[in-house]
């Protein structure tokens, strides 16, 4: 129950930040990407201010043996830039180009406009799904 909750907090201190900060405004993002147009730079004081309590959680995190509400902790292997990632991140960042939505976003903007957030998150939900058949 303590993880659910948990979870539910995380998710809706994560869904007010993206909410408060634009970051859920498909046109605002658009905005801060168009850097050979009418840019909006406000996105990347966002960006910036989140990489403060990144910093802080990734420094307790080092020096957890193990979560609070887990055994381990479920952290991706540390790699280099693979071709892979590569790939992955210039269609990730293309689709966040085109849509002005990612992940977070997407999701929380089926509840906001769902018109508009269904086709970003059925397209995430297709590259999971093809990176699941392909990565076997």
């Known amino acids: 129950m303590k993880r659910v909750i948990a979870a539910l907090a995380a998710g809706a201190i994560f869904g007010a930040g993206l ?5 859920a405004d498909p046109q605002r993002v ?7 147009g009418a840019w909006d730079p406000t996105l990347a004081f966002v960006m910036g201010g989140a990489l403060a309590p990144m910093a ?15 055994g381990v902790f479920d ?22 180009g085109i849509s002005g939505l990612c992940p977070g976003p997407a999701i929380a903007g089926l509840a906001l406009a769902p018109s508009h957030a269904i086709v970003a998150v059925a397209a995430m939900g297709a590259g999971m799904a093809l990176h699941r058949l392909t990565s076997r």
């Open 30 to 36: 658009r905005a801060f990407l168009d850097i050979f």
């Open 19 to 23: 909410a408060l900060s634009g970051m």
């Open 75 to 96: 952290l991706p292997p540390t790699r280099g830039i693979d071709r892979p990632l590569a790939v992955g991140a210039v269609i990730f960042g293309v689709g966040w």
């Open 56 to 70: 802080i959680a990734w420094a307790i995190q080092r020096r957890m043996a193990r979560p609070i509400l887990a």
